[in-house]
């Protein structure tokens, strides 16, 4: 990219619910580019624990001491979203191999319909087995995962799963 140019990424996921792993790649990731929009996506077609409002409000609870990091939902193609937020690149986290094979098609799809790069940052080594779905999964069945989450997610999952 040219010097001194303003770098706008976005972070797309489901962070249902935001982990360790996911803060892990906005701290690393904020300090590459200008301003970073974490991008919740809302799948009619998928189910979610948390709602979209839900993961949006606990990121931004988690991220509004970093004033580059902004939060919002979106449903359909993130190539769509990418280019009405004016962002010029997708910032995704790594863990492991099998990260890297599905990333991989992810960022070559959305070079080809959207002409957009991506960008990728590896993962604490602390964090490469965390992931949101396993997270799901443990707690349901009443295993701890409070090192895995931040203190406030923890505390909303219990909240979720006991109800
Ligand atoms: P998706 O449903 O798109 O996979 P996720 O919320 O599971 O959404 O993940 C969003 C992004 O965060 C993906 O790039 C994923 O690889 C990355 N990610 C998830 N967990 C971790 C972790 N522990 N460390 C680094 N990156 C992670």
């Known amino acids: 990219m040219a010097p001194n140019k ?3 990424a976005i972070f797309p996921g489901s962070f249902d619910p935001i982990t360790n792993g ?3 790649v906005i701290h690393r990731g904020i300090k590459i580019v200008d301003e970073l929009i974490i991008a919740v996506g809302d799948d009619p077609q998928k189910e979610y624990l948390f709602d ?3 993961r949006v409000e606990m990121i931004r609870e988690l991220t509004n001491d970093i004033p580059e990091v902004k939060v919002e939902r ?3 193609l993130m ?3 990418a280019r009405r937020v004016g962002a010029q690149v997708i910032l995704r986290g790594l863990r492991n191999l099998t990260d890297v094979q599905h990333e991989f098609e992810l960022a070559l799809t959305n070079r080809a319909v959207g002409h957009l790069e991506t960008m990728f ?3 604490g080594e602390q964090y490469g087995f965390t992931s949101s779905t396993l997270i799901r999964e443990v707690g349901r069945y009443g295993g ?3 090192g895995l989450i931040p203190p406030s997610i923890y505390k909303k999952l219990k909240n979720k799963l006991d109800t």
Do not use: A
Request: no cysteine; aromatic share 14%.
């Open 6 to 8: 303003f770098v706008r």
């Open 22 to 24: 996911h803060l892990d």
């Open 52 to 54: 979209g409002q839900e």
């Open 74 to 76: 979106f449903s359909g």
């Open 79 to 81: 190539v769509d979203f």
């Open 121 to 123: 940052i590896m993962t």
């Open 144 to 146: 701890d995962v409070s």
